[in-house]
Structure formats: C-alpha cells, structure tokens
C-alpha cells in the first residue's frame, strides 16, 4: 500500500513544492520511496510502502512506454494470472510488481480492466497522448481517495490533511459538521469545505484540456452474485473453500505478514487459515509470522479463547496490555486517522506489529457486514433494523423527495404514522451540534443510496438489509478507520473477508444460511467446526476492538477540555458559541458534545501542526526535476 496525490492547475503556474509537500505528509503511507511526475498543468506524486518486488523497478509513477502513468496505492492478489493473460498478448514486464500488471491491463482492456482484478486500490493513470487522467477506486471502497475542488485546483489524495498544501489551511463545512460522521459516510460528502470523498466502485475521468470531468460507475455488486446452492452443507463447503483461496491470494509478499486475535469468530478463522495453509506446505515463499499480538483491554470478552486458539497451533502470542489511555495521544490519533472518535486500541495495534517488523496484517475485518453480527435474527435482526431506521431517517432529513419514495417503497414503508414511530428511536443524524453552531443548509446529495434503490426491488430482504449496510452507508466509515490505523504505522492490511468471491457469496446467501437455530454466522461456525475449540464456536457476543472512552466524570479529562476551551485559537476558530460552551461546561451540561467540539479543534490542529512542520523544510529534490522532465 502506498501514498497517492496530484494536482490539476487550472489557472496559476505549476508550483512543484505543492506535490512536494502532499507526498511528505503521506510519508507515513510510503516510508521506502517518492516520486513524481509533471505533465503541462498536472503534478503526480507517489509514497512507496514496498511490498512486492522491493528494487527500484517498482518504483511509481511507472510508464513503460513514456504515454501511459501510473500511481497505485492497492493489491491487485490475482495479478500473477492477469500478467500471464497479457504476456500472451504480448505485452513485456519489466518488474515483478503488480502495479505493472494494472498499468498494461488497463492498456489493454481500459476501464473493463477494473472488473477483472480481485483486490482493492485506490490510483490514478495518465494518458499522455490523449491528455486525460483517471481516477478510480475498488469496489468496496477499501483504500480512500479523497477530492479537493475550488476554482484554483482539483486534486485528489490518499488522505485529506494532505489538501493543507494547497492553501495552507482546511475549513470546515458548516453544512456538514454538525451530521454525525457515521450518517455523513452515506454520501461522498466530508466535514471540510471543498472536500468529497470518490465513492466506491467509480471512477472520474478528467480531460486536462479543459479541466471536464465524468464520474462513471464500474461496479455493480447486484449484478454479478453468485448462485446459491440449496443444501447448506454444500454452501458450507463453498464459503470455506472461498476463504480459503482468498486467505492464500494474500500471501504473496516479499516482506514479512503477521495476524491479531481477538478471540472472536473472525479473526479465529484468518488465524486458523494461516496455519492450515503453512501446514499443507503453501507458504514456502512467504515470511509469515503467526505468533498473534492479543490486545488485552477491559470489557475484553474472548481474550481465554485468543490464548486456547494460539496454544492449540502452538504459537507464542503476544499479550498487549491497553491501559486507560492518554488522553495526551487525542490530537495525534484523530489528525491521524481523520475522525473524531478515539480509536486507541486499533492504532495501537498496528503500531506494535510495525515494531516487530510487519508490513503486512491479515486480519478478521469485514466479516460482520456480510454474515450478520451475533444478535441477527431473521428478518427481525436488532442492528439490521437499527440500520434500516437510520437510513431511514438519514434520507428523510438530507435526501430529495425521489430518494425518499424509492427508499420507502423498497422497504414497504408508508406514510401512516405508526411506521414513523418506529423511526423516532434512532439517533438524530442532524444539528447534534446545534447548540454551539449555527449548522448551516445541507445539500440533500445521498446519490450512492439512490444509485441501487430501484436494482434492489428485485431482491429478497436479507439481500437488501445486507447490501445496505455493506455497500450504501456507514461501512465506508468504518473501512477508513481500518485504513488509517493501519497506514499511520506503514503496516498494510489484507482482509481475505472482504475478497469479491467471498463477500458477492455471502451476499447472496439467504438469512436461514446465515442464521439457524437462533445462532449468528452459522456458515462461518459451521466450515470451521472441526478447526475450532467449542469455547468459539459457541459464542454468541460480539468480540472486537472498541472505541476507547474517556470519563469525563473524572477532574483530569475535564481538565483537560478546560485547557482546550481556553486556548486563544479555539476561542478565535469562529465556528462556535463560546459563551454558551463555557456556560454548559461551568454547569457540567453536554460534556460528551463540547469534547467533540474539542476534538474537531485538536483534528485540525494536527493538520496544520504537520503541514507547519513539513512546509519550512521543503526543498525540490535534484531528482525531481530529471523525473518530471516530460517524454
């Protein structure tokens, strides 16, 4: 996984120190290379974490023939048979990397290439001749590719603290900042003025001759599901196998893969897969490290069964103690993974698999949006229809009147007041900040949702519950938090759950597949049964890491937003009620609102904190100028 940036100029003079300053704040993304490439009004920057084919060959932006450019932050795990499709085609490989193989699929067949690969990426190609630039992203919107447009600059980036570069500066969107983040990630919307997300499964297409540009969409999961077999044994068999294969697609690596435990189902089957393949003698070119880190935490429910699992394979785990955590880290974790909730324990993680040099995780993630999470029960799942009531909600307060129709009749909601009800237990999605800003307008563009509403009708309930959730809303969220975590301590994840065949198969499977006799991911339960101790298999609670939360009952955290709310820049940001916060906080009211407001403060604090540090030392390497020459 890399770091990946680049600039359109539409009216001032190329500035390299811009693409200059993108790529060192994305040094954390790619701590082995940089590199660069100019063309008339566009700038192309690349931050290597190298992983396959460690010389310099694999060194970005890459051409092989001077018109095609590309930047790649991804892994495309069926690359070795798409290399030996096009040697047939004739096309010579210079290098053993993957991004090669991307560059001259997407010569071949264009955007029809994405459709073949079975990975997840984030890049971008030039075409020189043509002078056009493509911008896509995978399928289910694993690696991030963020947008920034005014009237000066479209660039895009790995991640949005890298935007700093361009002004100096982000402002928040007053439209936005007062949606809880998690409603936000239905749209292609951020918290920042002129900041978007590129949604999953789409791509732009920029003509640099004019600055035009099309959004097109690549993918549609509805489209390509498998069909289900009708004896669960034999579906069984099939999910395992599938995982299987997709465990073993993300071995290839030429640096060293580890794992985590947790104890829970998820994690326990990537760990087990692991063994079972090093066992049948398919890891000879791998370095694997299977000695699992367990971070140990309070609330931990599983942490017997991560400890019966490692012993059954006879690996020596690592025990992580996660104390109550500083309250000091707040403004380092949340600039570094650009949300406001405080995931410690995630960036922990894999800041201690970088201290025992991996580079690569295979981890557990992604299973729960496919599968269920232990509470489903048929069609009455509790976070199914939680889920359901938030879009609900979410697109009655942002989306237009047609989105609003399509959603209900999807779902068979009506106007009678009984059903809305129902909805009013759900959390409020708008003006959480209210209080303290004056939350402006929001534009009603949930475009993602409306994209598949009318494709849905077709589906059963379990499919549209599921879709909904995995590809239509908060997921996403939950995906860049993965990302981040992982990417601020240079350690790239590969998630073997989120591979296409497992997840459009597990999309596909119907609820009683799924759920029987009352039990969550029985398929899961059941493929690994005879792999498994009984204390896993039979457990019926959710097993992860949590968000950690501060107590704010406790006089240092107060005193801590104190300090906050008295620092002149809080004061001056201009964005809120000071009067009315140190009121509410001198009368101990909405402490849990004043501290998002505070970390929001500490977000953008981090930002320009790096921004400062890195942009005073900026000078144009000797070699920019020999990389950029044009060709």
């Known amino acids: 996984m890399c770091g990946i940036s680049g600039i359109v100029f539409k009216k001032n003079n190329v500035?390299?120190?811009?693409?200059?300053?993108?790529?060192?704040?994305?040094s954390h993304r790619g701590p082995d290379n940089s590199g660069y490439l100019k063309h008339k009004n566009l700038l192309l920057g690349h931050t290597r974490l190298s992983i396959i084919d460690l010389s310099s060959k694999g060194a970005q932006p890459m051409s092989n023939d001077g018109r095609f450019w590309i930047i790649y932050n991804g892994e495309i795990y069926n690359y070795l048979d798409l290399k030996e499709e096009l040697i047939q085609k004739n096309y010579k490989f210079y290098s053993?990397?993957?991004?090669?193989?991307?560059?001259?699929?997407?010569?071949?067949?264009?955007?029809?290439?994405?459709?073949?690969?079975?990975?997840?990426?984030?890049?971008?190609?030039?075409?020189?001749?043509?002078?056009?630039?493509?911008?896509?992203?995978?399928?289910?919107?694993?690696?991030?590719?963020?947008?920034?447009?005014?009237?000066?600059?479209?660039?895009?980036?790995?991640?949005?603290?890298?935007?700093?570069?361009?002004?100096?500066?982000?402002?928040?969107?007053?439209?936005?900042?007062?949606?809880?983040?998690?409603?936000?990630?239905?749209?292609?919307?951020?918290?920042?003025?002129?900041?978007?997300?590129?949604?999953?499964?789409?791509?732009i297409k920029i003509n640099l001759h004019d600055n035009k540009k099309k959004v097109l969409?690549?993918?549609?999961?509805?489209h390509n599901l498998p069909k289900i077999h009708s004896s669960y044994k034999e579906n069984t068999k099939n999910y395992f196998d599938l995982l299987y294969t997709s465990t073993k697609l993300r071995l290839n690596s030429d640096v060293k893969i580890g794992t985590s435990l947790s104890g829970g189902l998820d994690s326990s089957a990537i760990f087990t897969l692991l063994n079972l393949l090093e066992s049948n003698d398919e890891t000879k070119k791998t370095e694997l490290d299977l000695n699992p880190i367990i971070m140990n935490y309070a609330g931990m429910k599983s942490k017997n069964e991560a400890l019966e699992l490692s012993k059954m394979y006879k690996r020596k785990y690592k025990i992580i103690e996660n104390h109550d955590e500083d309250i000091d880290q707040t403004k380092n974790i949340i600039s570094s993974l650009e949300i406001i909730e405080e995931y410690f324990m995630q960036y922990n993680l894999y800041k201690h698999q970088s201290e025992r040099g991996i580079k690569v995780s295979l981890d557990g993630h992604g299973s729960d949006e496919f599968l269920g999470y232990p509470h489903f029960y048929p069609e009455l799942s509790v976070d199914i229809f939680n889920n359901l009531?938030?879009?609900?909600?979410?697109?009655?307060?942002?989306?237009?009147?047609?989105?609003?129709?399509?959603?209900?009749?999807?779902?068979?909601?009506?106007?009678?007041?009984?059903?809305?009800?129902?909805?009013?237990t759900s959390p409020d999605t708008k003006n959480y900040l209210s209080d303290y800003i004056e939350i402006k307008d929001y534009d009603a563009s949930f475009q993602i949702i409306n994209d598949d509403l009318e494709d849905l009708e077709e589906f059963s309930y379990s499919v549209?519950?599921?879709?909904?959730?995995?590809?239509?809303?908060?997921?996403?969220?939950?995906?860049?938090?993965?990302?981040?975590?992982?990417?601020?301590n240079s350690v790239e994840v590969r998630m073997p759950f989120l591979d296409p065949n497992v997840r459009l198969f597990s999309l596909a499977l119907s609820t009683d597949n799924k759920i029987r006799n009352g039990t969550s991911k029985s398929i899961l339960r059941d493929a690994f049964k005879d792999y498994f101790p009984k204390s896993i298999l039979n457990q019926t609670f959710?097993?992860?890491?949590?968000?950690?939360?501060?107590?704010?009952?406790?006089?240092?955290?107060?005193?801590?937003?104190?300090?906050?709310?008295?620092?002149?820049?809080?004061?001056?940001?201009?964005?809120?009620?000071?009067?009315?916060?140190?009121?509410?906080y001198n009368n101990n009211q909405n402490i849990n609102k004043i501290w998002i407001l505070c970390k929001y403060f500490l977000m953008i604090k981090g930002f320009d904190?790096?921004?400062?540090?890195?942009?005073?030392?900026?000078?144009?390497?000797?070699?920019?100028?020999?990389?950029?020459e044009p060709i």
Not at 217 to 222: G, K, Q, S, V
Not at 396 to 417: D, R, Y
């Open 389 to 424: 009531m938030n879009t609900y909600k979410t697109l009655m307060v942002f989306a237009g009147k047609n989105t609003q129709l399509k959603f209900k009749k999807l779902f068979g909601i009506n106007n009678n007041p009984s059903n809305e009800i129902l909805f009013k």
């Open 15 to 26: 500035d390299n120190h811009k693409i200059i300053c993108m790529n060192e704040i994305l």
């Open 609 to 628: 904190e790096k921004y400062k540090s890195i942009e005073k030392n900026i000078n144009i390497p000797e070699k920019f100028n020999y990389l950029c």
């Open 96 to 203: 053993d990397t993957d991004t090669e193989v991307v560059l001259n699929a997407y010569i071949e067949w264009k955007e029809k290439c994405f459709e073949k690969f079975n990975g997840e990426w984030a890049l971008s190609i030039l075409d020189k001749k043509e002078n056009t630039l493509i911008i896509c992203r995978d399928g289910i919107g694993y690696k991030p590719c963020y947008i920034y447009e005014d009237e000066m600059y479209f660039a895009f980036s790995s991640e949005i603290k890298s935007f700093y570069c361009l002004h100096s500066s982000l402002n928040f969107n007053l439209s936005n900042i007062g949606i809880i983040p998690e409603t936000l990630s239905y749209s292609s919307k951020t918290v920042f003025t002129n900041v978007s997300q590129l949604t999953q499964g789409r791509l």
């Open 542 to 584: 959710k097993q992860g890491l949590s968000q950690h939360k501060f107590d704010f009952s406790n006089q240092k955290y107060k005193k801590y937003i104190l300090e906050i709310l008295n620092e002149k820049d809080f004061k001056e940001m201009g964005l809120w009620d000071i009067k009315k916060i140190n009121d509410d």
């Open 464 to 488: 549209k519950f599921t879709y909904l959730i995995a590809y239509c809303g908060w997921f996403q969220f939950f995906l860049n938090k993965w990302d981040k975590a992982s990417m601020s």
């Open 217 to 222: 969409r690549w993918d549609y999961p509805l």
